[in-house]
Structures are given as structure tokens and as C-alpha cells.
């Protein structure tokens, strides 16, 4: 009874951390986005990521010696993920809303789900998503620029890499390291990409202020505590969870950016988030 007592504490817990993460993220984004006109879009990822990297590696403090040559592939591929997916999500927000981009950004993750169940019922989940995709273009999101749903598709991708490498790293280094250590390579992904599109403007006093605290919001609360939340939660339990992320996406946006939604358009993400959730207790079953 104790163990079950404390188990269940631990992944109250956990739900607890990932709707918190969830919540900083996608408010991250969405001041993330009023930095465009002044940083541009590589200049405010090479900013979150900088500051979130410099953070974590004071806090964490990571042993840099003592780790295998597969430990080390790990906290790589776990960087190229992180900054891949920024990148590409923040190009995407640069051209689509908030919520519509991180609908298309879930996809990913829910298309992996899909294949890996290999059930009859998974492909009335991606139908699902399909239609919800569908009504979303009806909303009138097929007249903006193609290339944003491919840039939110293409950080997908990066997300479903994440996902898995996040619980790896947790598994192969104490406490932040894994974490903090991935965080350095995303920024040495991303730091020069900003450099070359902005150049001096990012050390404006303005521009670096808000882009400290866009790199809290957005990187340093959020993704520690996803680490955290793996530490108590199953991989599948943390993935329906983060199907959530397109409408707290699109609350954000409307909260922050002004960036309204038709009736229609909430119905779309609706039936994406359930989409996504639905492939995931599909697969676990």
C-alpha cells in the first residue's frame, strides 16, 4: 500500500511538472514572437538557447570527465534535437500563428505514434488529425505561407528525436547534466544562424533583456521540468500530455499576440490534441 501510495504521488507529481513546462513554453513562444521585428526569428532562437545553455551549465555544473563515448552521442544527438526544433518552430511562428504552428508541430510525434502501433484503431487517429488539419486550412490557414506548416512539420520531427533522447539523457547523467551539457550544443547549433541574420542588433540592452527572459520561459523552466517529469511518468503518459500543447499554444497566442481563433480553427486543434492523445493510449495498449 505504501508503494502504491508513493507511486501514485510521483505521477501526480509528474502530471504536475509537465503541465507547468507545457504552460512556460508556450508563453515563451509567444513573447518569443514580439522579438521577430527587432532580433529576427534565428536572432531570438540564438538568444534563448545562449542564455538558457549559459544557465543551466552554472546551475548544473556538469561533469565534463568520467562518461563513455555512447553517454556523449547521446548529450549530441539530445543538442542537435534541442536546436533543431527550435530553429525550425521559430521559423515556422515567424510565418503561421502560434497555435497553428505547433498543431502541425505535434503531427510528428503523433504520426511515430501511429506507425508504432500498427493497429487498425491508430489509423482512426491520424484520421482524426487529418480533418482536424483539413478544417484548420478552411479557417483560412491555406492562404498563408507553405513554407511555415513545412518549417512546424520539420520541428515535429525534431520533437519525436527529442522525446526520446530526453529520457535517455535522464537515464545516463545525474541530476541536470544530460541536460544542461545537450542545451551547449543547441546553442553552438543555433548561435551562429543568429549571428549571421542579426549581427550587432543582439546585444542591444533591450533585445538581450527579453531574450534572457524568453530563454526562462521557454527553455530553462520548461525543459528541465520535462525532465523532471520523466524521472516519474511514462514515456506514453508524457506524450498525451504533451498533445496539449496546440491549445495551450493557441491561448497563448490569442493572450499575448492577439492572434484570434475562429470557431472552426478551435475545433481543428481540438481534434488534433485528441488525435494525438487517442494514438498514444492506442499504442500502449
Known amino acids: ?8 504521488r510521483g505521477t501526480l507529481g509528474g502530471v504536475g511538472l509537465m503541465l ?3 504552460v512556460s513554453v508556450q508563453s515563451g513562444s509567444a513573447f518569443a514572437a514580439l522579438l521577430f521585428p527587432r532580433a529576427g526569428a534565428l536572432g531570438a532562437v540564438a538568444l ?3 542564455f538558457a545553455a549559459l544557465l543551466l551549465l552554472v546551475v548544473a555544473r556538469p561533469r565534463l570527465r568520467g562518461h563513455s ?6 548529450a549530441g544527438g539530445f543538442g542537435l534535437a534541442l536546436g533543431g526544433m527550435n530553429v ?25 505514434s501511429v506507425a508504432a502501433a500498427r493497429r487498425a484503431a491508430s489509423l482512426l487517429w491520424a484520421g482524426l488529425a487529418l480533418a482536424g488539419v483539413c478544417l484548420l486550412g478552411r479557417g483560412g490557414f491555406g492562404e498563408l505561407d507553405v513554407a511555415g506548416p513545412a518549417f512546424a512539420l520539420g520541428a515535429g520531427a525534431m520533437m519525436a528525436a527529442y522525446i526520446v533522447l530526453n529520457a535517455r539523457a535522464g537515464a545516463r547523467f545525474p541530476r541536470l547534466d544530460g541536460l544542461a551539457l545537450a542545451m551547449a550544443v543547441a546553442a553552438l547549433v543555433s548561435l551562429p544562424l543568429g549571428l549571421a541574420e542579426s549581427g550587432a542588433r543582439l546585444l542591444e540592452p533591450g533585445v538581450l533583456g527579453l531574450g534572457l527572459v524568453i530563454a526562462v520561459l521557454s527553455s530553462g523552466v520548461p525543459y528541465t521540468l520535462e525532465l523532471l517529469a520523466l ?4 514515456a506514453a503518459t508524457f506524450a498525451v ?5 496546440p491549445a495551450l499554444a493557441a491561448l497563448a497566442g490569442y493572450l499575448v499576440l492577439d492572434q484570434g481563433m475562429s470557431l472552426p480553427q478551435c475545433a481543428a486543434i481540438a481534434l488534433v490534441v485528441t488525435a494525438s492523445a487517442g494514438a498514444v493510449r492506442t499504442g500502449r495498449g
Open 1 to 8: 500500500m505504501i508503494r502504491r501510495h508513493a507511486a501514485g
Open 20 to 22: 507547468a513546462g507545457a
Open 48 to 50: 534563448r538557447v545562449t
Open 69 to 74: 563515448r555512447a553517454d556523449w552521442a547521446v
Open 88 to 112: 525550425l518552430f521559430y521559423q515556422a511562428i515567424d510565418r503561421i500563428p502560434l497555435g497553428a504552428a505547433v498543431t502541425f508541430e505535434v503531427l510528428g510525434p503523433l504520426l511515430l
Open 231 to 234: 524521472r516519474r511518468l511514462p
Open 241 to 245: 500530455l504533451t498533445s496539449l500543447s
